[in-house]
C-alpha cells in the first residue's frame, strides 16, 4: 500500500528557513514523481511543483520558482520542500502528492503540514 | 499558463443531482481529473481521466468531458457527498498541473 508520510506542524517566524519532509513508502520511490501542493486557509487546491527523485529533475509551478526548493533524497525515499526565507503569506497546509506512471493525476497525498508564519 | 474555470458553489436536496462543471480552453483534448475535500481532510481522488472511477467510490459518482465543459456528475446526493469539489489537469503545453478553483457543494 502507497504512504505518504509528511512531517509534522510548524510554527515560525517572517524570515525563517524551513525544511518540511515527506517520507514515500510501497511503491518504487525513485522511478515516481512526487511533489507538493498548496492551500492557503479557507482556498483552493496550487500545484507547487514536483521531483522526479531518479534523476532529479525539477518542475515547478509558475507561481512558484524561486520561491521554494524541491528536492529529494532517493536513499531513504523522503521528498523536501523549503524556504530560505518565510513570509506571513507562506501560511498554508502544504499536501505530498504522488503523480501515478504514465499518468497525469495524483492517486496518493500526504496528511498535509500546517505551516505558520507569524511574528 | 492554462487556466480552469469552475462555479464557487452549488447547492442540491438529498436525492437530487449535483452537476459540477470545469471549463478551460480546448479542455475536450484534456484528460480531467477530479477530487473530493471534505472539510478538515487532505483531498482524495474520486475520478480519473474523464471518467475512472477511483477504487471504492460510488457509481453515483460519475465524469464526462464533452469538448466544452468537463462535468462531475452526482446522483443520489447524500449528506455526506458535502465537499469541495476540484477538477485538474495536466498542460502538456507546459508540462504543469492546474487545479480548478474549486465547487463548495452544500447539501440542503
Known amino acids: 500500500e502507497v504512504h505518504l508520510m509528511q512531517s509534522g506542524a510548524e510554527v515560525k517566524k517572517p524570515g525563517d528557513s524551513l525544511k518540511i519532509s515527506c517520507k514515500g513508502s510501497?511503491?518504487?520511490?525513485?522511478?515516481?514523481?512526487i511533489g507538493w501542493v498548496r492551500q492557503k486557509p479557507g482556498k483552493g487546491l496550487e500545484w507547487m511543483g514536483f521531483?522526479?527523485?531518479?534523476?532529479?529533475?525539477?518542475r515547478y509551478g509558475p507561481s512558484f520558482e524561486g520561491q521554494v526548493s524541491i528536492s529529494a533524497d532517493k536513499s531513504i525515499s523522503t521528498a523536501y520542500l523549503q524556504w530560505s526565507s518565510l513570509k506571513a503569506a507562506d501560511t498554508a497546509i502544504y499536501y505530498c502528492?504522488?503523480?501515478?506512471?504514465?499518468?497525469?493525476?495524483?492517486?496518493?497525498w500526504g496528511q498535509g503540514t500546517l505551516v505558520t508564519v507569524s511574528s | 499558463s492554462y487556466v480552469l474555470t469552475q462555479a464557487p458553489s452549488l447547492s442540491v436536496a438529498p436525492g437530487q443531482t449535483a452537476r459540477i462543471t470545469c471549463g478551460g480552453y480546448?479542455?475536450?483534448?484534456?484528460?480531467v481529473h477530479w477530487y473530493q475535500q471534505r472539510p478538515g481532510q487532505a483531498p482524495v481522488l474520486i475520478v480519473s481521466?474523464?471518467?475512472d472511477r477511483s477504487s471504492g467510490i460510488p457509481a453515483r459518482f460519475s465524469g464526462s468531458n464533452s469538448g466544452i465543459t468537463a462535468t462531475l456528475t452526482i446522483s443520489s446526493v447524500e449528506a455526506g457527498d458535502e465537499a469541495d469539489y476540484y477538477c485538474?489537469?495536466?498542460?502538456?503545453?507546459?508540462?504543469?498541473?492546474?487545479f480548478g478553483p474549486g465547487t463548495k457543494v452544500t447539501v440542503l
Open positions: 502528492v504522488r503523480r501515478t506512471l504514465g499518468g497525469s493525476y495524483f492517486p496518493h
Open positions: 510501497g511503491y518504487d520511490f525513485p522511478h515516481s514523481w
Open positions: 521531483i522526479y527523485p531518479g534523476d532529479s529533475d525539477i
Open positions: 480546448n479542455i475536450g483534448l484534456k484528460s
Open positions: 481521466d474523464n471518467g
Open positions: 485538474q489537469v495536466w498542460d502538456d503545453g507546459s508540462d504543469l498541473h492546474v
